[in-house]
Every structure is written in structure tokens, then in C-alpha cells.
């Protein structure tokens, strides 16, 4: 779900979602995708919570923690 | 709501550090804005918390100010910083270090501890 989401506006995102308690609704998400190049920490965020903010708005997601890379940085 | 507005921009110019969060800082309400003040109470600068969690039209206008839908919402120098995923690989990259010794330096306050 969270994927999806995600790839609707980053196409080549990899997405792992980490569930912080059980309940599926505390969720660490690492977005790794192009789209961040060159993009402030503040704007990639924005970035991430604009695209789930339907999640956010409907309760699915109650708590988010946002990592966010490019394939760049993961490469060293 | 231009009352809002103004109301957040003395605040912001007010105090150096401040977040808009859920709870007070003996008190906070929500487990981010705990974390945020364990967070700032490690860098030893005196800190502002407001607590917004039942002030919908503020949180509102907070969020048009910013395009930051969340709370907590951090103010440095006046400056919208984001929250603590933000914040922590500034802390970690000295670069937060510098930012607080640069909006203190001319108040004459000194860090009261020094943990990292």
C-alpha cells in the first residue's frame, strides 16, 4: 500500500516500511528513489507526505518516520 | 486567521527554539513531541514548547505557514526546521551544533550542558 502510494509520483522508488509497533499504523518508512536529488531534507519529506497523505488523512497511518536516499548515497 | 498568523510570527521571533507541539513540555501528549524535547534538552539551549493539540485553527494555520502537515514543527531562529528526522542527521553532522551557537551568539546564551 505504502509503495504504491509512493510510486504514484517517485515511479522508481524502493520502498521498505518497518511497523514500530505491531499495529501497522506506526510506520518507518525508507524511501530510496532519484526524485530526491538534489532535494533538501525538508522537501524530500514533504515530498513523502504529500504522497501519503491519504493514508494520513483516513488514519491507516497514525505515527511516520520518513529515511530518505538516493540511489547515489546507498551506493556510497 | 491573520490574527493566527501574526500570533505565530511573535511567538517564532520570540524564542530561538521553539515547538508547536502536542502537550507541555512537563507533559507532552504524543510520543514525537516527548522526543523532541529529550531531543533539544541534550543540546542544553533554552527551548520553547506551545502546545497545540486542541488548537485546530492554529495547527491550521501552522501547516499553511510551513507546508508541514505534522507536528511537531520545529522553529530555529525563526527558521522552519522540520521535526527530529530532520534534526537528528543535522545533530549528527555538527551542522545543528553550529546553527544553535550562530542564533545564541548574539543573546550572550551559553549551553548549560554539553552532551554531544
Known amino acids: ?76 | 486567521m491573520a490574527d493566527l498568523h501574526e500570533e505565530i510570527q511573535r511567538e517564532i521571533a520570540a524564542n530561538p527554539i521553539l515547538v508547536y507541539g502536542k502537550g507541555t513540555k512537563d507533559a507532552p501528549r504524543c510520543g514525537f513531541t516527548l522526543e523532541t524535547i529529550q531531543f533539544f534538552n541534550t543540546f542544553g539551549y533554552p527551548f520553547e514548547v506551545i502546545d497545540v493539540l486542541e488548537n485546530m485553527p492554529k495547527r491550521q494555520a501552522l501547516s499553511e505557514i510551513t507546508d508541514w502537515q505534522t507536528l511537531p514543527k520545529v522553529f530555529i531562529g525563526g527558521q522552519f526546521m522540520g521535526d527530529t528526522d530532520i534534526l537528528g542527521p543535522m545533530a549528527d553532522s555538527g551542522e545543528l551544533r553550529t546553527l544553535l551557537e550562530k542564533t545564541f551568539a548574539d543573546s550572550g546564551v551559553t549551553p548549560t550542558i554539553q552532551l554531544r
Open chain 1, 1 to 76: 500500500m505504502i509503495a504504491a502510494m509512493l510510486r504514484e509520483t517517485m515511479p522508481d522508488a524502493t520502498v521498505k516500511v518497518v511497523d514500530m509497533t505491531g499495529t501497522m499504523d506506526h510506520l518507518e518508512v525508507f524511501v530510496t528513489t532519484k526524485a530526491f536529488a538534489g532535494v533538501s531534507l525538508l522537501d524530500r519529506h514533504r515530498m513523502v507526505e504529500r504522497a501519503l497523505a491519504p493514508a494520513r488523512a483516513d488514519g491507516r497511518i497514525h505515527a511516520l518516520q520518513i529515511r530518505t536516499a538516493t540511489p547515489e548515497d546507498t551506493h556510497g
